[in-house]
T-cell receptor, first 116, second 117 residues
Framework: AQKITQTQPGMFVQEKEAVTLDCTYD???????LFWYKQPSSGEMIFLIY??????QNATEGRYSLNFQKARKSANLVISASQLGDSAMYFC?????????????FGKGTMLLVSP | EAGVTQFPSHSVIEKGQTVTLRCDPI?????LYWYRRVMGKEIKFLLH????????ESGMPNNRFLAERTGGTYSTLKVQPAELEDSGVYFC???????????????FGPGTRLTVT
């Protein structure tokens, strides 16, 4: 079984500052993928970034980077230079080869509020 | 290209009634998924279609839920009869097939917020 834990129900950050959203996971799969999604108030889920368990380098996508520490089973999302439009719910998710590659397991999410 | 669309965006029904949710995936996406988020809990997988076939329906909560995907295009999720605990947001997602198994993105729709009173 897989489990994603997001311990921060809410985070506050000032515009232009960096923020780290925590995500830890548990899985028995030897191979897996980790994802972050953003859900703004409009409701749609927007894919942000992906990290494969065997990828040697941490993933980066523009202002988003994933701080992947495999031994600690953590996959924190770092948003640099926060913008007001970053205010949203953020979900960490994973997919494991042996647990049904088709399905994503999600955490409960972290609500990020960016203030001016 | 058009994204995943879902209809309706909101639905309020009474316990015991029937509701049908619809999802139109991105054109050309063989994979279609249904997820549900009950208030305050994680988003949970319901089922996965590959074209018109059910690949995995292990997440369907009970036989009051029926999902179909006609001709491998749009999908419907029917709840009959609805119970109070069915309230939540139902998400649909789609993805391409044939790519590296662990990295292909699932594109989500905006969800349908279902309230059973």
């Amino acid at each position: 079984a897989q489990k994603i834990t997001q311990t921060q129900p809410g985070m506050f950050v000032q515009e232009k500052e960096a923020v780290t959203l925590d995500c830890t996971y548990d899985t028995s799969d030897p191979s897996y993928g980790l994802f972050w999604y953003k859900q703004p108030s409009s409701g749609e889920m927007i894919f942000l970034i992906y990290q494969g368990s065997y990828d040697q380098q941490n993933a980066t996508e523009g202002r988003y980077s994933l701080n992947f520490q495999k031994a600690r089973k953590s996959a924190n999302l770092v948003i640099s230079a926060s913008q007001l439009g970053d205010s949203a719910m953020y979900f960490c998710a994973m997919r494991g080869r042996n647990s049904g590659y088709s399905t994503l397991t999600f955490g409960k999410g972290t609500m990020l509020l960016v203030s001016p | 290209e058009a994204g995943v669309t879902q209809f309706p965006s909101h639905s309020v029904i009474e316990k015991g009634q029937t509701v049908t949710l619809r999802c139109d995936p991105i054109s050309g996406h063989d994979n279609l998924y249904w997820y549900r988020r009950v208030m305050g809990k994680e988003i949970k997988f319901l089922l996965h279609f590959v074209k018109e076939s059910k690949q995995d329906e292990s997440g369907m909560p009970n036989n009051r839920f029926l999902a179909e995907r006609t001709g491998g295009t749009y999908s419907t999720l029917k709840v009959q009869p609805a119970e109070l605990e069915d309230s939540g947001v139902y998400f649909c997602a789609s993805s391409q097939g044939g790519r590296r198994w662990d990295s292909y993105e699932q594109y989500f729709g905006p969800g349908t917020r279902l309230t059973v009173t």
